[in-house]
């Protein structure tokens, strides 16, 4: 059964960079069958989908996000990780960390399962 | 971006009976090349992370309850629940995945 499980610093200071990492168990990053995904829930803005990853290194963002995160993988340690600079008061939310099933093309797809979540507050 | 409002933003229904949400989409996520609408339903219960139940506008993901349908084609979808059952309190919420950035709808809470 595939799990997930997010890690990471639950206090970052303003400006500075957050670092997730997620953990995955019962699949491999390195299926070509999917990308793996990062989202995050606010009260205020809802699920916000961050961006996605294939083990092949292929990235797509959310434009609104997308010039300060990376999101990268290590098919050694069947992670993948985020990394989100310049963090504000607002970045204070919990960050999700899924697969990706996708459909081809330029469409996106579904996000099944996802981790438990970690909470990041940004605060100094 | 694609801006999906869900109504209503709660209800709450007995036990056993019927449960509807909307989500209407601000553009048509429907592809006709393969005559599929790109969307989905989640459930979240409280203090768990989403769970897809529909995929497809009307895919049952596997595991999921016949009790629960969904519909719609275009830019109006529905999630049914037919019978709602107590482990049915959640909020839903529905996702596009026909363009990005994907986007999702602000959740309907359902209680009994």
């Known amino acids: 059964q595939l799990q997930l499980h997010e890690s990471g610093p639950g206090l970052v200071k303003p400006s500075e960079t957050l670092s997730l990492t997620c953990s995955v168990a019962g699949d491999s990053v390195s299926s070509s069958s999917y990308y793996w995904g990062w989202i995050r829930q606010s009260p205020g803005k809802g699920l916000e989908w961050i961006g996605s990853i294939h083990y092949s290194g292929s990235t797509y963002y959310n434009p609104s996000l997308k010039s300060r995160v990376t999101i990268s993988i290590d098919t050694a340690k069947n992670q993948f990780s985020l990394r989100l600079r310049s963090v504000s008061a607002a970045d204070t939310t919990v960050y999700y960390c899924a697969r990706h099933y996708t459909t081809g093309g330029s469409f996106g797809g579904w996000f099944d399962p996802w981790g438990q979540g970690t909470l990041v507050t940004v605060s100094s | 971006d694609i801006v999906l409002t869900q109504s209503p933003d709660s209800l709450a229904v007995s036990l056993g009976e019927r449960a509807t949400i909307n989500c209407k989409s601000s553009?048509?996520?429907?592809?006709?090349?393969?005559?599929?609408?790109?969307l989905a339903w989640y459930q979240q219960k409280p203090g768990q992370p989403p769970k897809v139940v529909i995929y497809?506008?009307?895919t049952r993901e596997y595991g999921v309850p016949d009790r629960f349908s969904g519909s719609g084609s275009g830019t109006d979808f529905t999630l049914t629940i037919s019978s709602l059952q107590a482990e049915d309190v959640a909020v839903y919420y529905c996702?596009?995945?026909?363009?990005?950035?994907?986007?999702f709808g602000q959740g309907t809470k359902v209680e009994v």
């Open positions: 553009q048509s996520v429907f592809y006709s090349s393969n005559n599929k609408n790109y």
């Open positions: 497809w506008a009307s």
């Open positions: 996702q596009q995945y026909y363009s990005s950035p994907q986007t």
